[in-house]
């Protein structure tokens, strides 16, 4: 199991995110981002929402940085470790732009795009950006289908019940030949829509219990990624046995990656976290045999 890290700073999620991450920058996330880079450590996530409504951004936050912006300076600031979308959510966009957008992501970064994809759920969001609520889930899906149809490919051509289109070039596109797709969600159509169109499934909000069970019952293609969240922030510098408790029930649930959220007091001192993190899951002398 390989572990990518919960980007700090990007979002401000009750209960998971620190104090010193309000007023930090993007100067102390590149510190981060280095730090993960150097460590070994398999991605670094930013995740969308436009608009959060007052009332839901007190459950579920109101920062979120734009994942474009974020992962394009990142990309300059990293040379290894992964940036992964977590998530978009696919019916703000039409395909193309994503593929223009992220394709170009891809190139800068010299192939280390992940885009997770999810429906989306905020129903006041959708509304906003004049994007279909009711209708998300068959739109995503061929959305999905039209972005992997699309990602990799200078004409792209695609012809679905939502989205038709050939005879253009897009340039740049994605230099991966095939982009990793992440399909977010926690219901098992999510986890049907992963595999039928996805490289991996990142699910929220369930039970490492139940997941269990989903992931047990699924028949997963040949290295597909069960990426799950270690839960509650760890504290590997403070509390090594406890956050090897928590990767060996993450990995025993059927996670062949684990996100993982660190607790810390400053920049300085989560990159304290994530050394220790390094040593307990053995990252370091992987990311020494890779430089």
Same mark, same amino acid.
């Given at each position: 199991?390989?572990?990518?890290?919960?980007?700090?700073?990007?979002?401000?999620?009750?209960?998971?995110?620190?104090?010193?991450?309000?007023?930090?920058?993007?100067?102390?996330?590149?510190?981060?981002?280095?730090?993960?880079?150097?460590?070994?450590?398999?991605?670094?996530?930013?995740?969308?929402?436009?608009?959060?409504?007052?009332?839901?951004?007190?459950?579920?936050?109101?920062?979120?940085?734009?994942?474009?912006?974020?992962?394009?300076?990142?990309?300059?600031?990293?040379?290894?470790?992964?940036?992964?979308?977590?998530?978009?959510?696919?019916?703000?966009?039409?395909?193309?732009?994503?593929?223009?957008?992220?394709?170009?992501?891809?190139?800068?970064?010299?192939?280390?795009?992940?885009?997770?994809?999810?429906?989306?759920?905020?129903?006041?969001?959708?509304?906003?950006?004049? $994007?279909?609520?009711?209708?998300?889930?068959?739109? #995503?899906?061929?959305? &999905? /289908?039209? *972005?992997? !149809?699309?990602?990799?490919? @200078?004409?792209?051509?695609?012809?679905?019940?939502?989205?038709?289109?050939?005879?253009?070039?897009?340039?740049?596109?994605?230099?991966?030949?095939?982009?990793?797709?992440?399909?977010?969600?926690?219901?098992?159509?999510?986890?049907?829509?992963?595999?039928?169109?996805?490289?991996?499934?990142?699910?929220?909000?369930?039970?490492?219990?139940?997941?269990?069970?989903?992931?047990?019952?699924?028949?997963?293609?040949?290295?597909?990624?069960?990426?799950?969240?270690?839960?509650?922030?760890?504290?590997?510098?403070?509390?090594?046995?406890?956050?090897?408790?928590?990767?060996?029930?993450?990995?025993?649930?059927?996670?062949?990656?684990?996100?993982?959220?660190?607790?810390?007091?400053? $920049?300085?001192?989560?990159?304290?976290?994530?050394? #220790?993190?390094?040593? &307990? /899951?053995? *990252?370091? !002398?992987?990311?020494?045999? @890779?430089?």
């Amino acid at each position: 199991m390989r572990l990518g890290i919960n980007s700090p700073v990007v979002t401000a999620v009750p209960g998971v995110h620190s104090p010193w991450e309000r007023t930090a920058g993007i100067e102390e996330l590149g510190v981060v981002a280095e730090a993960a880079d150097r460590l070994g450590f398999d991605h670094l996530t930013c995740s969308e929402h436009v608009a959060v409504p007052v009332g839901v951004a007190a459950q579920r936050g109101g920062t979120y940085w734009d994942p474009l912006a974020t992962f394009g300076y990142l990309a300059a600031r990293t040379r290894r470790i992964r940036l992964a979308t977590q998530v978009l959510v696919v019916g703000y966009h039409h395909p193309l732009a994503l593929a223009k957008r992220y394709g170009t992501l891809d190139r800068v970064s010299g192939g280390r795009l992940v885009l997770g994809l999810g429906v989306g759920s905020l129903e006041e969001e959708f509304r906003l950006l004049g $994007a279909d609520f009711e209708g998300r889930g068959a739109l #995503a899906d061929d959305a &999905i /289908a039209a *972005l992997r !149809a699309s990602l990799s490919e @200078r004409e792209p051509a695609y012809h679905g019940e939502h989205f038709d289109y050939e005879g253009l070039v897009v340039e740049p596109h994605a230099v991966q030949d095939r982009v990793p797709l992440w399909i977010g969600g926690r219901t098992p159509r999510s986890l049907r829509r992963a595999v039928a169109h996805g490289d991996g499934w990142v699910p929220f909000g369930l039970s490492l219990e139940r997941l269990g069970e989903m992931v047990g019952a699924a028949c997963l293609p040949e290295g597909f990624e069960v990426v799950l969240s270690a839960g509650r922030p760890l504290d590997p510098s403070g509390d090594a046995e406890g956050t090897r408790t928590a990767l060996r029930k993450v990995s025993e649930a059927g996670a062949t990656l684990a996100g993982v959220s660190l607790t810390a007091d400053s $920049a300085g001192h989560y990159v304290e976290q994530l050394e #220790a993190l390094a040593g &307990i /899951a053995g *990252l370091v !002398a992987d990311a020494e045999a @890779r430089a």
